[in-house]
């Protein structure tokens, strides 16, 4: 089968990665593209993987995201037309949909955050196949026109699927000149340029100041070259100047705090305690791991207690990326 791959965001690079390598494995023709935005790009070819890039991000005005919605997928359609692809799929790329549409090729998407309105009434009425977990109930998805033939649900949370082969790397610690023996916190920034997140996070901002006068190791890892400024004007924060090993990072980090959803869920996954400071609607995956007490919300910027975790890591739940996988595909026959 010629299966066509579409990356937009760098979260996107970590959980397509598996499932790529799992397809070419069994036999599939995988050909990847990859929108330039944040570290998608980096990260792939950190990964080594060979990527056609097209076209990039045009910032996060309403405007803006509908004219690069058209460009973009304009470009992916004129890549693809006499490719022969089977399938196309990304992880809420609207541009692929859009693109396989115009190509009459079957298309699934899949995500884990539910409210992210604009981006879910493309790609779930487009797309044959809507994969999400099963923590995200149905109803909350009929109005995005993802009707119940269409959904695909899996067990558990999609970072333990990616991250089932992963085992931390302290190069990355030496890599950044940190100390194994002193306190680490991993920090990730708000997704500014998101629609679901329009609004700026003064709790974040607290945090941030708060950290600046602790005595610990606090990495930040920015989105933007923006933050990257914004973030050293308010401390001694180590701030990579290029994509690292993230996930090796969280794994030895004794907390993470994050204004995002993924690194909070790569945190659950790898038994890192974690702070949320995420302002916008939880979704139900968030909602679920609240619950549980694997995720706690940061309401104020005291909170927290920095100090170094002790007695063994948790053991840790992998799951088989193929099961994705298997669920991706259906859509060449649904």
């Known amino acids: 089968m010629r299966v066509w791959v579409d990356l937009t965001n760098s979260p996107h690079v ?18 990847v593209t990859a929108r330039d935005f944040a570290q998608t790009l980096e990260l792939c070819g ?18 803006a995201k509908a004219l690069g919605l058209v460009q973009r997928s304009g470009a992916l359609a004129r890549w693809a037309r006499g490719r022969r692809f089977d399938v196309a799929m990304g992880h809420g790329s609207n541009d692929v949909s859009v693109a396989a549409a115009l190509l009459r090729i079957p298309a699934a998407t899949a995500f884990d955050y539910e409210f992210a309105a604009q981006q879910h009434h493309v790609n779930c009425r487009l ?8 923590a995200i109930p149905p109803e909350r998805l009929r109005r995005y026109g993802a009707k119940p033939s269409k959904l695909r649900r899996y067990a558990g949370l999609k970072e333990e699927y ?12 030496g890599e950044l000149g940190l100390e194994r023996s002193r306190p680490l916190v991993v920090v990730r920034t708000p997704p500014e340029v998101s629609l679901y997140h329009r609004f700026e996070n003064p709790l974040f901002r607290r945090v941030l100041e708060r950290l600046a006068g602790e005595d610990a190791q606090t990495v930040v890892l ?9 973030v050293r004007r308010l401390g001694p924060f180590t701030v990579p100047e290029h994509a ?13 705090i994050s204004a995002g959803g993924t690194m909070n869920r790569e945190a659950v996954a790898l038994g890192t305690p974690v702070y949320t400071t995420f302002e916008g609607r939880l979704g139900a995956v968030d909602e679920a791991l609240l619950r549980e007490r694997r995720l706690r919300r940061l309401a104020e910027a005291d909170e927290f207690r920095v100090e170094r975790r002790a007695g063994q890591a948790p053991l840790r739940t992998r799951r088989d990326p193929r099961e994705l996988v298997t ?3 259906s859509a060449s026959h649904a």
């Not at 920015?222 to 914004?230: A, L, S």
């Open 14 to 31: 970590l959980v397509m990665r598996p499932l790529i390598e799992a397809m070419r494995a069994d036999g599939h023709e995988v050909e």
């Open 46 to 63: 950190r990964f080594g993987m060979d990527v056609t890039a097209i076209g990039r991000h045009r910032g996060e005005r309403l405007t």
């Open 127 to 134: 797309c044959r196949v809507v994969m999400v977990p099963e």
């Open 162 to 173: 990616y991250l089932a082969d992963f085992e931390p790397d302290e190069a990355v610690l």
């Open 222 to 230: 920015p989105r933007t070259p923006e933050q990257r400024e914004e």
């Open 244 to 256: 690292v090993d993230a996930q090796s990072l969280v794994a030895f980090a004794d907390l993470v």
């Open 327 to 329: 669920l991706l595909l």
